[in-house]
């Protein structure tokens, strides 16, 4: 079985400051990770996927995330935080063995102060 | 750019009532989902649909459920006979494939509400 974890349900940063969201997944075979933004009142945008090229990922907006194995993790970083990026974020995983249902953690929720 | 669309995007219903939730998914997309997501609570997987049929499903998804295809472009999720329990956002999504790299492509939901 697969399963994701975020840690924190909500982070509150300071415009400019290193933006860091958790995710740990836990999976018996190699997974596929994404991570999916949503602002309010739209639907989940993707910002990043790894699958299994580089560990180290761009996305869209600056942001980046690296997948590391022998941490089960997939944190999500961007050095400096804009206003723009305040929203929900979901880490989810998906596996061959499970088909191709996506697996989300429980989102974390980004304040941004001025 | 394509996206996913959802109709509507709230519906309120009485318990008991049938819903149809519409969506239409991006126009060379093969595979179709729907997740949901009761607040507080993780979104979770309900069913995938490929070539007129469903590919995989959840244990949320019962005989209370279905999905179909009416068209060359709409994809919609029956709820029979609604619960309390039912009141969620509701998701569509497409991919190209069904590849487990595929990004699937999320519309902006629906909101049920069953009083």
């Known amino acids: 079985a697969q399963s994701v974890t975020q840690l924190g349900s909500h982070v509150s940063v300071s415009e400019g400051a290193l933006v860091l969201l958790r995710c740990n997944y836990s999976?018996?075979?190699?997974?596929?990770l994404f991570w999916y933004v949503q602002y309010p009142n739209q639907g989940l945008q993707l910002l990043l996927k790894?699958?299994?090229?580089?560990?180290l990922v761009k996305g869209i907006n600056g942001f980046e995330a690296e997948f590391k194995k022998s941490e089960t993790s997939f944190h999500l970083t961007k050095p400096s935080a804009h206003m723009s990026d305040a929203a929900e974020y979901f880490c989810?995983?998906?596996?061959?063995?499970?088909?191709?249902?996506?697996?989300f953690g429980g989102g974390t929720r980004v304040l941004v102060k001025p | 750019e394509p996206e996913v669309t959802q109709t509507p995007s709230h519906q309120v219903t009485q318990m008991g009532q049938e819903v149809i939730l519409r969506c239409v998914p991006i126009?060379?997309?093969?595979?179709f989902y729907w997740y949901r997501q009761i607040l507080g609570q993780k979104v979770e997987f309900l069913v995938s649909?490929?070539?007129?049929?469903?590919?995989?499903k959840s244990e949320i998804f019962d005989d209370q459920f279905s999905v179909e295809r009416p068209d060359g472009s709409n994809f919609t999720l029956k709820i029979r006979s609604t619960k309390l329990e039912d009141s969620a956002m509701y998701f569509c999504?497409?991919?190209?494939?069904?590849?487990?790299?595929?990004?699937?492509?999320f519309g902006p939901g629906t909101r049920l509400t069953v009083l």
């Open positions: 989810a995983v998906i596996t061959k063995a499970a088909g191709n249902k996506l697996t």
């Open positions: 790894y699958t299994s090229a580089a560990t």
């Open positions: 999976s018996s075979v190699p997974p596929y």
């Open positions: 649909f490929y070539n007129n049929e469903i590919s995989e």
């Open positions: 999504a497409s991919s190209e494939f069904g590849a487990s790299t595929d990004t699937q492509y």
């Open positions: 126009s060379n997309h093969l595979y």
